[in-house]
């Protein structure tokens, strides 16, 4: 389904209301390549006993790989430690970890005062959802997991590839039904959420192994992204109940890549040099998600087309660029 040009003449009810030909191409180049590394079809029991190794070569090393998913994930994204958010990160065993999703949000009237915010809010968990499987070859990169056991990278792979495909092959409302049954009994890989304690934001993250949790953080840390792209909390609320069912996050975390990368390839291309900055995408995703109405769903649209608007793109890196300037500025001077 392509987006018309304005907002209340499209349905997002529909998992597809991003969905214009550019989209839909670049998103099978997107799944050619999961499917591609997972070496044809998935192999969900090869995923499932490799996952079941991992937990057993990590148990006697819990704190330990606490610790180094916190300070990897720190390393990687600075503006945690930026702007003070706290991390309460734990492994725990496997049927201990429970999520109470909605099967079946309402469906958003266009009358509504919040359907905008619920478009928004339909982009940012896509987002985010990418921002946590971006972390599935993390792995590659912390060279503590050889000294834990040289076994666990293999095993990782085995089941990032195999789970990332399966998402793209595997039946969406079947998928669904298996993830609402197993999170309801207790069984869900991770959980993450965001806590005000006197104004610090917290993220507390549990997973049953250590790059699952890493995983976790990271989704924390874009749900708080999230909270700053939003004046009114009731409204952010109220748009949550109608995007947080597993059917949804199916939906985000098989869309989101796509679009996160449309976003930063662009912002590569045209604006390297801001690029650099290390919490720079993170700040310009917060100026998105805060442009009025329905303007953050036509500008990502228009990047999925190919068809940016570019004035306004050059507009909100500069303005996150100067925010950003700004805030090191203050940080400094405390």
């Given amino acids: ?131 946590g499987v971006s972390m599935n070859s993390a792995h590659h990169a912390v060279d503590a997991l050889e000294r834990v056991n040289p076994r666990l990278k293999d095993l990782y792979d085995t089941v990032y590839k195999n789970n990332d ?9 079947r998928l669904a039904a298996m993830a609402t049954q197993m999170a309801h009994s207790g069984y869900a890989g991770g959980s993450t959420k965001v806590e005000y304690r006197n104004g610090t934001p917290v993220i507390i993250a549990k997973a049953i192994n250590s790059m699952h949790l890493m995983h976790e953080i990271i989704k924390g840390v874009y749900e708080y992204l999230s909270h700053n792209a939003h004046d009114d909390v009731e409204k952010f609320n109220q748009a949550q109940q109608h995007t947080s069912s597993f059917a949804d996050e199916i939906d985000d975390i098989v869309n989101g890549e796509v679009i996160r990368d449309a976003i930063r390839n662009y912002l590569i291309d045209n604006h390297d040099d801001l690029y650099q900055h290390a919490s720079f995408f993170e700040m310009f995703l917060v100026l998105l998600a805060r442009t009025p109405d ?41």
């Fill in 1 to 131: 389904m392509a987006l018309n040009d304005n907002l209340q003449e499209m349905n997002i009810n529909d998992p597809d209301f991003l969905g214009s030909p550019e989209f839909h191409q670049k998103y099978q180049q997107h799944k050619d390549r999961k499917i591609q590394n997972a070496g044809g079809n998935p192999n969900p029991m090869a995923a499932q006993q490799a996952m079941s190794n991992i937990i057993q070569i990590e148990k006697p090393h819990k704190a330990e790989l606490e610790q180094l998913a916190v300070r990897t994930v720190k390393e990687m994204f600075p503006i945690i430690d930026d702007v003070g958010i706290q991390i309460e990160a734990e492994i725990v065993p496997m049927g201990q970890i429970t999520m109470m999703h909605p099967q079946n949000p309402t469906p958003i009237s266009k009358d509504s005062p919040v359907y905008n915010d619920v478009a928004k809010r339909k982009i940012m968990n896509a987002i985010t959802q990418a921002a």
């Fill in 165 to 173: 495909a399966i998402y793209h092959v595997f039946d969406k409302n």
């Fill in 294 to 334: 329905d303007e953050m769903v036509r500008l990502v649209d228009g990047l999925l087309r190919n068809l940016p608007n570019r004035r306004r793109l050059e507009q909100l890196a500069r303005d996150a660029f100067y925010a950003l300037r700004d805030f090191e500025r203050d940080k400094n001077n405390i």
